[in-house]
């Protein structure tokens, strides 16, 4: 009761000084209210009457920089506005505080122009009173502990999602990986079989290498040679050489896009080898490299050259 009524004192003796101070003040401030929770904001204004030829107006509130009590919130700027028959500027800053008690919030400094003069004016001190909230007239409850729910379905939801986009993902890059290698096994590798005037150059290179007239096979070695050559003409143009006699041979040549010089030699060539195989006649040694020597260039000099891409030959 006595703090009460000590703080009521306060508060009239406060009206009785604060309106001595107003009479016939031009500059005064006002506040929303004489007290303010801790941590609640409330609105100063600055205001400036019977300002009609007022200009420029100002408020300095470095003040409340050194304040420890008070703390400045925001400040809005002047406004000129018309009430009745007055006319004044008004200005509103917003303040906090976090300290409970009793305080006077300072005069602040006004300067402004009027009738080409400059004015310097200071509003009245303000005692306001911050309070500290009773915890009891908020009727905080405690503190009760996680209140846990039971489990759902629902709340797998989302991982049932997750998994079965993981395993859908995972079968098909498994799919195609299988069906990618499948196909990629499937394929068949072409590989060109060896051209006749190929096989013919090889197996007459092997016939050298055997040395076979050299060591008095004159016959195996004719019969290896002819044989060479008759395979790669039926090879080449379609002859039945490796059936047919020397005479047929020749016929069939005469037929065929081939040189004189060329028919002439194989002609001999046959009829040597069948007087070797037949008549056991032994021709001189030198002529047998010779006659290997005209069957390679025989078949170098009518080898086809058959091009792999036809498409482009079409171009």
Known sequence: MKDTSRHI???LTFVIVASVQLFGQSVVA???SAHLMIGDHLKYRFKIKKATDV???????????????????????????????????????????????YYFFPSLKVAYEKGGKS?????????LAVITPQIDSLHIRPIKGIVEEPIKLED??????TIGSILILGFLGFFFYKRYNKNKSEEEVYVAPPK??????????VLKSKELWQKGKLKEYQSELTYIVREYLEARFEIQALETTTDE????????????????????????????KFAKATPPIDIQSTLLNKAEQFVQNTKQEIIDNPEISAE
């Open 196 to 205: 006749a005037h190929e096989v013919a150059i090889e197996k007459l290179k």
């Open 30 to 32: 006002e506040v929303d």
């Open 249 to 276: 041979i020749v016929k069939e040549l005469k037929q065929k896009d081939i040189s004189d010089a060329h028919k002439a030699e194989l002609a001999d060539m046959f009829r040597m080898a069948d007087m070797v």
């Open 156 to 161: 797998f939801y989302t991982l049932f999602l």
């Open 119 to 127: 004015y310097s004016q200071s509003t009245q001190q303000i005692q």
């Open 55 to 101: 200009e420029n107006p100002s408020a300095d509130l470095s003040a409340l920089d050194t304040l420890k009590t008070f703390e400045l919130v925001r400040e809005f700027d002047w406004e000129k506005i018309t009430n009745d028959n007055d006319v004044y500027f008004q200005k509103e800053i917003t303040i906090t505080s976090f300290d409970s008690g």
């Open 9 to 11: 004192a306060l508060l």
